[in-house]
């Protein structure tokens, strides 16, 4: 065998390992697949680990229903037993850090195991593919630290960007900070007393990108009303509401810790400081929260 002949032959080789790699494969419970990126040596997900993954969502027609690429926020998900044969928990179990796949699953199949009626863009007897890129692999240990390490980095990104605001728009002088980095601008005074935890508020409020990019607002609709203390709203709004009285106008700029931290809501993106122009209409009080019962002895 000369040169040229071996040079052929590694290159049929070559070309058919890549055709077997990308071909579609089914699973002996008929999940259809096809694995692009696929490394032995990588951690493999386990159940209950958090995997972080791109995603790729796409119906029949081939028309994209979502990509977490142009959301620009990957998806972080535990991993849980199949809830059906053939189901996308199990093609995720097959992945490993770096791994890219794609999965085909019967749309009649995913709707009827969730009980719900097929949407207008997903027509019956259709397949769903998702293409998935893993990103990472973590314990609930590993990711519970790196979460806490990303989240100081991103406080002191967050106040530098609140300074830089706070400068550019001749806001300083005016600013109340408070330990936790949220910012309380005041603009009309109220009168009584400031709530507390466990009265009821009733708010408008607009809330806005720092690039003034509006995102939200009650203008033209009910007030909010929420009672303090219970949870309902970002942690931000329940300290800075606390900050204001009956009357009050104001601006809170809340830091991403406060806000919606590492997950992009909507039309806003990870690790955004908000604002919001805030007025608190009414304060009516309520029943603090009921102090924790000490175990019997």
């Known amino acids: 065998m000369n040169l040229r002949t071996i040079g052929y032959a590694v290159g049929i080789a070559i070309l058919g390992v890549a055709c077997n790699q990308h071909r579609t494969q089914v699973t002996e419970t008929g999940l259809k697949y096809q694995m692009f990126e696929h490394d032995d040596k990588a951690r493999k997900a386990k159940l209950g680990d958090i995997m972080s993954f791109h995603l790729v969502l796409k119906n029949g027609a081939d028309s994209t229903l979502r990509n977490t690429y142009e959301q620009g926020t990957p998806i972080k998900m535990v991993l849980q037993a199949p809830p059906f044969k053939g189901s996308f928990e199990e093609g995720l179990a097959m992945l490993a850090t ?9 749309a009649d199949t995913l709707f009827a195991k969730m009980m719900q009626p097929l949407p207008p863009m997903i027509k019956k007897g259709s397949e769903l593919s998702f293409t998935v890129k893993v990103i990472s692999v973590l314990t609930t240990e590993e990711f519970q ?13 967050d106040a530098k960007v609140i300074e830089e605001y706070l400068v550019k728009n001749n806001l300083k002088a005016k600013a109340q900070k408070t330990a936790s ?5 005041p603009e009309v005074e109220g009168t009584g007393a400031n709530p507390v935890a466990g009265d009821n508020v009733k708010a408008h409020y607009t809330g806005k990108l720092l690039t003034e990019k509006e995102f939200d607002s009650s203008k033209g609709r009910e007030p909010l009303q929420l009672t303090l203390g219970a949870g309902m709203v970002i942690p931000g709004w329940e300290e800075g509401l606390m900050l204001m009285k009956k009357g009050s106008k104001g ?3 809340i830091p991403s810790g406060l806000a919606y931290g590492q997950e992009a809501t909507g039309p806003i993106p990870a690790n955004s400081v908000l604002k919001f122009d805030m007025e608190l209409l009414d304060v009516t009080k309520g029943q603090a929260p009921a ?6 002895r």
């Open 181 to 185: 980095g949220l910012v309380y601008i």
């Open 251 to 253: 601006i809170l700029i």
């Open 145 to 157: 630290k790196e979460q806490a390490e990303s989240g100081s980095k991103q406080k002191d990104v």
């Open 98 to 106: 770096g791994d890219s796949a794609k999965f085909m699953i019967s």
């Open 291 to 296: 102090a924790a019962t000490p175990p019997a």
